[in-house]
């Protein structure tokens, strides 16, 4: 069943059209029967007037002006072998039999229904005739004008079921269109004002799944952050440690080097997770704000000089403040990944532009670099978790775990903001595009 | 002239919309395209129309016999159609298979709806220069067309509410109806244009069910009822029959050895 609405239609209007068709006919068949009785009696009714009126038991010439072509009527004599009287358009001879009562004839093409009666008192036969055709279709005229309305009926019963069953499935489709509209970050009970019976468990069980769906997501907060505590401060205790450790030994010792990038590698591996948890668009606790995207790459690239310093990189914004809905720690945290991937793969005295600026669509942000850029064949897959660029050999010599971009599809995805990459113009290097919606465009 | 305007158009209409209802049931079962269905009934009632406005000039063909031999043709297109579904509905997983169960049905149902549309047409036209009648006549047909529509609706959704198991092999038996009921009223039409020679009617069951009744309509749109079928009727209807259960057994087989 592809539609409610259009099974109780169908369905509805199939049954009244059955039971009301089927008693029409029979109503129909009845009324006709009714009227071939009334037309009987009326037939009747004239030959006891012929009777009243006419006494003649000799032949007489009959003078009607101008008869009705489809009755007749006849008197014969006792005997009924000669006609005394008749209509100019009757028979000259008895049709059928001579006994009282009704009789199908047939006479000038057609068949014609006559009443023969004995006149006893003046002992003779009183005849009238009419045609059966006629009578059939005054009768059916009279009995069709009280079935047109039963089938004219049906369009205007379609359309009243029509909005009928749409009513009754109002609080459905307001049910289904507030789940529908519900914000990824918004597991609010659903409030309808009348909940008809049968909606009622549906609408209960959603309501009580949303409150236990957002206790587990309040959860696995607080999870992330006691875990991203947990687990920031011994990697941080750790590297003080090493530090004391290469002071005492040697900065340079191979060893330690060894093990400050490991102990690097593990830090940004366990802040990268937990970036990619807090920005996962399914993440129904990310709150939105107004947020000027230039500012924001403005000090993130301030707070950052140093690290583009240390390998002798150029770096450039251009563009104009622009306001947007997003959430301020997705952001940054979608800015950082770019511009720190801008940075490791660009070589050193490379050159890194970033821009912002309005576009068609919406607000872009484009960030350049001067590296080696991503093929066309693995832009796709980059966006992957873990998947790095000729795995393990890049030659940029710096701390990586696969996660920077998935990171920015997670970010962008949960902005409804689309991600292009592509080959720089000016730098030959990578060109990222992210373009945030017109609706994420903030009007305050 | 209500009542015989009712049966006329209500054995047409009702024939038509049993054999679309399982063409829609089935679709559905099958998880076809609905695009072919509009496809189907519309280009059914064009096609209609032009035979209906063309019937003159089919009648004079074949010696007078043309609209006879038209229509036993098209009985016998639509029973192939309805053998090749047969055929290839248990090899839905291949594509030419896949193909043919849907252009096969929408076949029967395009020459199904060609001829009761005409027939319909025709006969409804036919008032058109009769005052008197023409009135009786209209509402005669509305009344048999919602009469037979009615039931190809309810027909329908008791087709897809039964399970898939069932609702398939109800189907089938429809189909399988049908295909004997097109064979013989094929023949019923060639005994007309005097290709076979009349007999004496094999039983005669017009007492029990006439076939100008309502219930007698409704068998004969179900199960092809004649109430004094000749001899070379029943062979057609029987023999047909078989083919079609023998050719349905037969690929269901094949089909199970590939498995």
Known sequence: MK?????????????????????????YQSSMQKAESLFDSRLKSTAMLIKLANSAKQNQQHSAEKEDPYTFFQIFNESGNELIIHSSNAPHIMLGELSEGFHDVNFASYRWRNYVHEDTKLQRWIVVAERIDIRYILAEDVVLESLVPIVLAIPVSALIIWFAVGLGLKPLTLFATQLSHKRVDDLSPITLERVPSELTTVVNSTNSLLLRLEEAFDR????????????RTPVSVLKVHLHNLGTRLGRQDEDIVLLTEGVERMGHLIEQILALYRTSPD????????????????????????????????????????????????????????????NKYTPEQGEIHVEVKRHELGVLLRVEDSGPGIPEAQRERVFER?????????????????????????????????????????GGGLRVDVIFPLRAISHA | MLLNAVIIVLREVLEASLLASTFLAISQMLQRDRKWIFFAFSLGLVMGSIYALSISSVSMMFGGAGQEILNASMQTLIYLSLLVFAAAVPHQNKPLFRNLTIISLVFAVVLSLSREGSEVLLFITGFIGVPTLFNSVLLG????????LSVGVFFYYLLIHLTPRFGVWLGYVILLLISGSMMSQAVEFMMQADIFSSTAPVWDSSSLISERSISGQLLYALIGYEATPTLSQVIAYIGSMTLFIVIAITSSTLREKHL
Do not use: P
Request: charged fraction near 15%; include cysteine; proline fraction near 0%.
């Open chain 1, 283 to 342: 993440q129904a606790a990310v709150k939105f704000e107004q947020v000027d995207v230039f500012k924001t790459v403005q000090s993130l690239i301030a707070f950052n000089y140093d690290t583009f310093d240390r390998k002798q990189q150029t770096i450039d914004l251009d563009g104009e403040s622009h306001v947007i809905e997003a959430n301020l720690f997705a952001l940054e945290t979608l800015v950082m990944n770019l511009i720190n991937n801008a």
């Open chain 2, 141 to 148: 047909g509305a009344v048999g067309a919602g009469i037979g």
């Open chain 1, 386 to 426: 873990f998947y790095r660029l000729h795995g393990d050999r890049h030659d940029s010599g710096v701390v990586g775990c696969g996660l920077g971009l998935t990171i920015v599809k997670h970010i962008a995805d949960l902005h409804h903001a689309t991600i292009n990459l592509g080959t720089s113009a000016n």
């Open chain 1, 220 to 231: 696995e907060q607080r999870f992330s952050a006691d875990a991203a505590h947990e687990l």
């Open chain 1, 3 to 27: 539609s409610i609405r259009l099974y109780l239609l169908l369905a509805l209007l199939a049954t009244i059209t059955l039971v009301n068709f089927v008693s029409l006919l029979h109503g």
